[in-house]
Structure formats: structure tokens, C-alpha cells
């Protein structure tokens, strides 16, 4: 079966300071791969989505950028951490089907400071 | 673009039934999902339609009309553990799930 693994649960850094999230998926091949933030009290937003290593396509632009290095790991990062950066972030995977669910990972709450 | 929306809050009691209507524009359509939250979890998956009509699973249903761009989650049954949010989830062209605010649902005794 298919798992998704997501660290970590929470993080908080200060302003100024590197990101890295890292997102893993086992039990399947070449997934489609997506980051998405929640801020607190309101819905799910799309930052990026990747249909394969290397192809990143980023929704809305800010200081976040995401790499995939490999078939099944999806990476966020960024240099410098404002506060607008704080939420929850949520790494989440489907197959390349119409129907397919995503199915998320357990999410990592982060907090600016 | 995408627009949807869904009604922010709504509370009834137990073992009542409650229907959470959806509405969207999207530039591309695909299908539609609802998902479930609870408080500080991530989303679960609960339901798909992409023909119009309604899916029925167990306590819960989903209802879709895609010439009104229109669909509704209704939850039968009501139970405690049911207090959730709720997300209308319309998916684009490729592949792409955009996420309505999310409706919270509050289940009193």
C-alpha cells in the first residue's frame, strides 16, 4: 500500500532563517507530487505541483521554491523566512488519473517568529 | 481561474442530516471531490463525482451538477465526530485540485 511521510510534524524559526520540508512517498511510482500552505482559519492554497523529477510548476509567486530530486520526494525550501510564511503546510500525492484522490501527508505546522 | 464557494459555518445536532452546497467557475472541469478536516489534521478523502447525479457512501452523499457547476455533501446521521470542516475540491484540466475555504461543521449534542 501507499504511504506518505511528512517532517517535520512542527517547526519554528525565526525570521530570516532557511527552510527545508521534506515529503517522501513509497508503495508507488512516478506520482504527481503537490505542496499546499494553510493559514490559519482559512482553505488549502496551491504553492507547487510536480508531474516528474525535475518538473516544477509554481503556482503563486513568494519565497518558496520546491525541487524534486527524485522519482519520490518532494522538497520545500526557502533562504529566508518572512512571517507571512507561517501555516501549515501539506505535502500530498495522486496518480495521473482523472478520479485519483490526493492523498495527503500528515502536515508540518510552521510557525515564524 | 477557479471560484468556489461554500457557506463558512454550519451547526446542527445530533443525528440530524445537514447539506453542504458548493458552487464553482473553473476555466476546466474534471471531476470533483470532498474531502474532510479536522481541527489541526490534514484533509481525508470522501467522495468523487464526475457525472451529474448523486454518490451515495454509507451516512455520506455527494451530489453533482455540472451544467449549474453546482454540487452539495450531504451527511446523514449526524454524529459528534462528524465536527469537521469540509472542502468543495472542483479539479482542473491537469490534474490541479483547487480547495474551497471549507465549510465547519459543528455537531451539538
Known amino acids: 500500500s501507499q504511504t506518505i511521510h511528512q517532517w517535520p510534524a512542527t517547526l519554528v524559526q525565526p525570521v530570516g532563517s532557511p527552510l527545508s520540508l521534506e515529503c517522501t512517498v513509497e508503495?508507488?511510482?512516478?506520482?504527481?507530487l503537490y505542496w499546499y500552505r494553510q493559514a490559519a482559519g482559512r482553505g488549502l492554497q496551491l504553492l507547487f505541483y510536480?508531474?516528474?523529477?525535475?518538473?516544477i510548476s509554481s503556482e503563486v509567486p513568494q519565497n518558496l521554491s520546491a525541487s524534486r530530486p527524485q522519482d519520490r520526494q518532494f522538497i520545500l525550501s526557502s533562504k529566508k523566512l518572512l512571517l507571512s510564511d507561517s501555516g501549515f503546510y501539506l505535502c500530498?500525492?495522486?496518480?495521473?488519473?482523472?478520479?485519483?484522490?490526493?492523498?495527503f501527508g500528515n502536515g508540518t505546522r510552521l510557525t515564524v517568529t | 481561474g477557479q471560484n468556489i464557494d461554500q457557506p463558512t459555518e454550519m451547526t446542527a445536532t445530533e443525528g440530524a442530516i445537514v447539506q453542504i452546497n458548493c458552487t464553482y467557475q473553473?476555466?476546466?472541469?474534471?471531476?470533483l471531490f470532498w474531502y474532510q478536516q479536522h481541527a489541526g489534521e490534514a484533509p481525508t478523502f470522501l467522495s468523487y463525482?464526475?457525472?451529474?447525479g448523486l454518490e451515495e457512501k454509507g451516512r455520506f452523499s455527494s451530489f453533482l451538477s455540472r451544467s449549474k457547476g453546482y454540487s452539495y455533501l450531504l451527511l446523514k446521521e449526524l454524529q459528534m465526530k462528524d465536527s469537521a470542516s469540509y472542502l468543495c475540491a472542483p479539479i482542473l484540466n491537469d490534474y490541479k485540485l483547487s480547495f474551497g475555504a471549507g465549510t465547519t461543521v459543528t455537531v451539538r449534542a
Open positions: 500530498a500525492w495522486s496518480v495521473l488519473q482523472d478520479n485519483s484522490p490526493l492523498h
Open positions: 473553473t476555466s476546466g472541469f474534471n471531476g
Open positions: 463525482n464526475v457525472l451529474d
Open positions: 508503495g508507488t511510482s512516478n506520482p504527481n
Open positions: 510536480s508531474v516528474g523529477i525535475g518538473q
